[in-house]
């Protein structure tokens, strides 16, 4: 269970492309030991945040902190306790898999024997080894992800930010990372993701938070998120908006 301590603050975190506000004052803790997921609607700010709450993109305002590390005033301290899985960034792609998760080790100033064991493991535990010397450019989507996840772990860290890390991904291969991650956050770690599908965040996070236009509309302990339904149906009631249907009767005639 989570000691409620933050493994990650935000404050007052807050990001303009032009004139459209992304994030907007942005509050929120996020437990060490939890499975934090961020749910909303597309362009609600999710990739966003975690963006700067990883120093992939500076904020316009506000602060971020990991473990007690701000991310900007000692950014090479607090990457040391980040493993990141970006959404679409790209990789050094024609690199192999076992070199791509070998290059993660190495630049994060790690032994080389140890790296290479640590790599080995991660590619039995995500089922790559016979594609370990394949160039990742080959891999699908779903070996893209699992083999950038691997990076992400490799360094032993202490916060895990994922960005859809299930997208693309096969059911058992999702299993696999389920698990793994679950027992990350078992001993201590902290795993925050996003996600768009309800029952997977309902079914694997002990805590969640709602984002819509770049803000925190609910946050905390699923159990108290979902409010006695389905988090699904909380979600709906925080968003807004209708889910009817109307017109494409065309879609409903038969025809020969």
């Given at each position: 269970m989570?000691?409620?301590q933050?493994?990650l ?7 303009h ?5 992304a994030?907007?004052r942005?509050d929120?803790?996020v437990p060490?030991?939890?499975f934090y997921?961020?749910v ?7 990739t966003t945040?975690?963006s700067?709450?990883?120093g992939?993109l500076r904020?316009?305002a506000?602060?971020v902190?990991v ?7 000692d950014p090479?301290g607090?990457?040391?306790r980040?493993g990141?899985?970006?959404d ?8 192999t898999?076992?070199?791509?998760v070998?290059?993660a080790?190495?630049l994060r100033?790690?032994?080389r024997?140890?790296?290479a ?6 590619l ?6 016979e594609?370990?010397?394949?160039l990742v ?15 992400a772990?490799?360094?032993a ?9 299930f997208e693309?991904v096969d059911?058992v291969?999702a ?8 027992d ?8 925050v993701l996003s996600?768009h599908v ?6 694997i996070?002990?805590d969640v938070a ?5 803000r925190?509309?609910?946050a905390g302990p699923?159990?108290l998120v ?8 909380r979600f709906?009631d925080?968003?807004?908006?209708s ?7 065309w879609?409903?005639?038969s025809?020969?």
């Amino acid at each position: 269970m989570p000691d409620r301590q933050p493994a990650l603050t935000l404050r007052g975190l807050t990001k303009h492309f032009g004139a459209t506000v992304a994030v907007d004052r942005l509050d929120l803790d996020v437990p060490r030991g939890s499975f934090y997921g961020l749910v909303g609607p597309n362009g609600a700010g999710k990739t966003t945040t975690l963006s700067m709450a990883t120093g992939l993109l500076r904020p316009d305002a506000g602060l971020v902190s990991v473990l007690g590390i701000d991310v900007w005033s000692d950014p090479v301290g607090a990457k040391a306790r980040i493993g990141v899985l970006p959404d679409g960034l790209r990789v050094f792609d024609r690199l192999t898999g076992r070199q791509l998760v070998t290059y993660a080790g190495l630049l994060r100033g790690m032994d080389r024997a140890l790296v290479a064991q640590r790599v080995d493991e991660l590619l039995v535990a995500l089922g790559l080894t016979e594609a370990s010397e394949k160039l990742v450019i080959d891999y699908s989507a779903g070996m893209t992800k699992k083999v950038t996840l691997a990076c992400a772990l490799v360094h032993a860290p202490r916060l895990l930010v994922l960005d859809e890390p299930f997208e693309a991904v096969d059911p058992v291969s999702a299993r696999t990372i389920r698990s793994i991650l679950e027992d990350f956050a078992g001993s201590g770690g902290t795993v925050v993701l996003s996600s768009h599908v309800m029952d997977l965040v309902e079914r694997i996070c002990t805590d969640v938070a709602i984002i819509v236009d770049g803000r925190v509309r609910a946050a905390g302990p699923v159990e108290l998120v979902r409010a006695g339904g389905t988090l699904e149906d909380r979600f709906l009631d925080v968003v807004g908006g209708s889910t009817d249907v109307r017109g494409l009767a065309w879609l409903r005639t038969s025809s020969d």
